[in-house]
T-cell receptor, first 113, second 112 residues
Framework: DAGVIQSPRHEVTEMGQEVTLRCKPISGHNSLFWYRQTMMRGLELLIYFNNNVPIDDSGMPEDRFSAKMPNASFSTLKIQPSEPRDSAVYFC???????????FGSGTRLTVV | GENVEQHPSTLSVQEGDSAVIKCTYSDSASNYFPWYKQELGKGPQLIIDIRSNVGEKKDQRIAVTLNKTAKHFSLHITETQPEDSAVYFCAASYSGNTPLVFGKGTRLSVIA
């Protein structure tokens, strides 16, 4: 299994631009989580999906952030417009009902200049 | 909601010594407590976990203890090696499939 796949690995964009982060969970996993990691705040949950349905998006910072999961094998996190304070590493993780523990992807390092 | 506190934030040990990282949690309903290791440029990786019906769990040089009454749990690494150097995170959740709340992490350095 290739694990959780995130793309791109690095993204540098200018303030105001739209950014789309992508995640492919492990095949057969039915829960998907988006986390943001910063030095100051650590790992923060942004949103999570069960069976492709958003369950809790209370961690999404503001309306500039949106996430979708159109099918069991793909999810996106979009920031529009991006701001310098959005600079962070964004992780996607997946798991399966009855299986304990998440598997994390390698993350996307986002830099907004 | 759940709040997880982790200490210390940095820890340096000599190779071969033991390392202990401690976490406390606030929600008595939490019953799943994993530990993750994050190496530079990589995502966190699960190294060991414990459920609330168990007080201690061991896997080779790594052990985790849980005190539900006091709401704290600890990671113990014995006979540390340079490859143990990484950032370690504790976490808590109601079950293995619900969102994890993470501690702020401990940067462990093992000095050869």
């Amino acid at each position: 299994d290739a694990g959780v796949i995130q793309s791109p690995r690095h993204e540098v964009t200018e303030m105001g631009q739209e950014v789309t982060l992508r995640c492919k969970p492990i095949s057969g996993h039915n829960s998907l989580f988006w986390y943001r990691q910063t030095m100051m705040r650590g790992l923060e949950l942004l949103i999570y999906f069960n069976n492709n349905v958003p369950i809790d998006d209370s961690g999404m910072p503001e309306d500039r952030f949106s996430a979708k999961m159109p099918n069991a094998s793909f999810s996106t996190l979009k920031i529009q417009p991006s701001e310098p304070r959005d600079s962070a590493v964004y992780f996607c993780a997946s798991t399966k009902t009855g299986v304990v523990g998440y598997t994390f992807g390698s993350g996307t390092r986002l830099t907004v200049v | 909601g759940e709040n997880v506190e982790q200490h210390p934030s940095t820890l340096s040990v000599q190779e071969g010594d033991s390392a202990v990282i401690k976490c406390t949690y606030s929600d008595s309903a939490s019953n799943y407590f994993p530990w993750y290791k994050q190496e530079l440029g990589k995502g966190p990786q699960l190294i060991i976990d414990i459920r609330s019906n168990v007080g201690e769990k061991k896997d080779q040089r790594i052990a985790v203890t849980l005190n539900k009454t006091a709401k704290h749990f600890s990671l113990h690494i014995t006979e540390t090696q340079p490859e143990d150097s990484a950032v370690y995170f504790c976490a808590a959740s109601y079950s293995g499939n619900t969102p994890l709340v993470f501690g702020k992490g401990t940067r462990l350095s093992v000095i050869a």
